[in-house]
């Protein structure tokens, strides 16, 4: 099973900051925070992955609360390109490699 | 472009025929994964390798499943005697073990539908 909790769906306006939250109350102290987003029928496309530290790259930034129990993907500006499901995975690093673990994600509707 | 490739991207079969599908993954990326995606459902994990060798099998993964990757690069999915249940997106990723995190990349995806 999924080891992160997402709210079903979000809608955002286009232009303005997207904030996606991902609970993983049972994470354990060598896993990390993927975020992965899905556009209708394409694969899924990697975002950004954290420790403990917030990350941010060019598509989006990544803030881990301290006692890492739970995150928020920010999409600085939406726009409708970002219409999509967004999935958050909690995983080993590389020696836990392996099989990603998708639950039903948050389904955002970015509009005009 | 240089990323996962997956072929074909779409196939159309009838029940109890047998499919094959192929999986090109990051040219330098040691592991390979399989996932499969039905409607509505994210997706979910079916087997995946670190180089030729097929480290873990999803109970998913029936008999009439089988993966190979002979040769450490491209992979190939086959599924005997379909069944309309089969119908779903097949997704591979790829990885590069020894990275810090060994990052999934995807590929489109081949999406069957079983008539």
């Known amino acids: 099973d999924a080891k992160t909790t997402q709210p079903p769906s979000m809608d955002c306006a286009e232009g303005r900051a997207a904030n996606l939250p991902c609970n993983h109350s049972?994470?354990?102290?060598?896993?990390?925070v993927y975020w992965y987003r899905q556009i209708h029928s394409q694969g899924p496309q990697y975002i950004i992955h954290?420790?403990?530290n917030n990350e941010t790259n060019e598509m989006a930034s990544l803030i881990i609360t301290e006692d890492r129990k739970s995150s928020t993907l920010i999409l600085p500006h939406a726009t409708l390109r970002d219409t999509a499901v967004y999935y958050c995975?909690?995983?080993?690093?590389?020696?836990?490699?392996?099989?990603?673990?998708f639950g039903q994600g948050t389904e955002l509707s970015v509009k005009p | 472009d240089t990323g996962v490739s997956q072929d074909p991207r779409h196939k159309i079969t009838k029940r109890g025929q047998n499919v094959t599908f192929r999986c090109d993954p990051i040219?330098?990326?040691?592991?390979l994964y399989w996932y499969r995606q039905t409607l509505g459902q994210g997706p979910e994990f079916l087997t995946y390798?670190?180089?030729?060798?097929?480290?873990?099998k999803s109970r998913l993964l029936s008999d009439r499943f089988s993966a190979e990757r002979p040769k450490g690069s491209f992979s190939t999915l086959e599924i005997q005697r379909t069944e309309q249940g089969d119908s779903a997106m097949y997704l591979c990723?790829?990885?590069?073990?020894?990275?810090?995190?060994?990052?999934?990349?995807f590929g489109p995806g081949t999406r069957l539908t079983v008539l």
């Open positions: 990723a790829s990885s590069l073990a020894g990275a810090s995190t060994d990052t999934q990349y």
């Open positions: 049972t994470i354990s102290g060598n896993e990390y």
């Open positions: 954290g420790l403990k």
């Open positions: 995975i909690v995983r080993g690093g590389y020696n836990q490699g392996g099989k990603l673990i």
């Open positions: 040219s330098e990326h040691n592991r």
């Open positions: 390798f670190q180089n030729e060798a097929q480290l873990e």
